[in-house]
C-alpha cells in the first residue's frame, strides 16, 4: 500500500538555526512528492515539489528539499528559521499516473525567537 | 482569479441532517477533489473528478456524494450527518498532472 510518513509530530528549533522535517514515503514506481504549509484556521498552501531532475528543489519563502530515492524520502530544509515560518507541514506524494494526493499526518513546526 | 472558493466557513449541523458543501474553481482545472482533515491523520481524500461528468471514489467515501456537472463546481453531499463526520474539509483543484492548490476550508460539526 503506498504510504507516506512523517515521523515527527513537532519539531522545535531557534530562530536564525537551521531546520528540517522529515518525510518518507513508500510508493511505486516515480512519484511525484509535495511539501504543503498550513498556517493556523488556513487552507493548504503550496511551497514546492519534485516531478523529475535536479534533486534538491529550491520553493517558497527559502525552503528546499532533497528527493533521496535510495531512502525514499523527501526531507523539507530551510537554512535559517524565522519565527513566521512556525505552522503545520505537510508531505504528500501522488502517484505518476494519478493525481490522487497521499498524505502525512502532518509535523509541526515551532519556531522561538 | 479567485482561485479555490469553498462555502460556508464553518457550519454545525445535527445528527441526520443533510447539506452541501460548495467548491468552486476559476481556473479552469480538469482535476478537482476533497479531502478531509483529522487530527493527528492528514489529510485523507473522499471524492475526486477529472473533469465534468466523472467522478469516482477515494479513501474515505462512505456518508459522502459528489457530482460534477461544470468544470468550475465540485459540491460535496452529506446525506445524513453523523457525528463521525466533524471535521475540516478541503477542496483541491488542479491541471491533471499538476500541482493541487487548495481552498480555505470549511469547519463541519456534527452534534
Known amino acids: 500500500a503506498q504510504s507516506v510518513a512523517q515521523p515527527e509530530d513537532q519539531v522545535n528549533v531557534a530562530e536564525g538555526n537551521p531546520l528540517t522535517v522529515k518525510c518518507t514515503y513508500s510508493v511505486s514506481g516515480n512519484p511525484y512528492l509535495f511539501w504543503y504549509v498550513q498556517y493556523p484556521n488556513r487552507g493548504l498552501q503550496f511551497l514546492l515539489k519534485y516531478i523529475t531532475g535536479d534533486n534538491l528543489v529550491k520553493g517558497s519563502y527559502g525552503f528546499e528539499a532533497e528527493f533521496n530515492k535510495s531512502q525514499t524520502s523527501f526531507h523539507l530544509k530551510k537554512p535559517s528559521a524565522l519565527v513566521s515560518d512556525s505552522a503545520l507541514y505537510f508531505c504528500?506524494?501522488?502517484?505518476?499516473?494519478?493525481?490522487?494526493?497521499?498524505f502525512g499526518t502532518g509535523t509541526r513546526l515551532q519556531v522561538f525567537p | 482569479n479567485a482561485g479555490v472558493t469553498q462555502t460556508p466557513k464553518f457550519q454545525v449541523l445535527k445528527t441526520g441532517q443533510s447539506m452541501t458543501l460548495q467548491c468552486a474553481q476559476d481556473?479552469?482545472?480538469?482535476?478537482m477533489s476533497w479531502y478531509r482533515q483529522d487530527p493527528g491523520m492528514g489529510l485523507r481524500l473522499i471524492h475526486y473528478s477529472v473533469g465534468a461528468g466523472i467522478t469516482d471514489q477515494g479513501e474515505v467515501p462512505n456518508g459522502y456524494n459528489v457530482s460534477r456537472s461544470t468544470t468550475e463546481d465540485f459540491p460535496l453531499r452529506l446525506l445524513s450527518a453523523a457525528p463521525s463526520q466533524t471535521s475540516v474539509y478541503f477542496c483541491?483543484?488542479?491541471?491533471?498532472?499538476?500541482?493541487?492548490?487548495f481552498g480555505p476550508g470549511t469547519r463541519l460539526t456534527v452534534l
Open positions: 504528500a506524494v501522488s502517484h505518476r499516473n494519478t493525481d490522487k494526493l497521499i
Open positions: 481556473m479552469n482545472h480538469e482535476y
Open positions: 483541491a483543484s488542479s491541471y491533471s498532472g499538476d500541482t493541487q492548490y
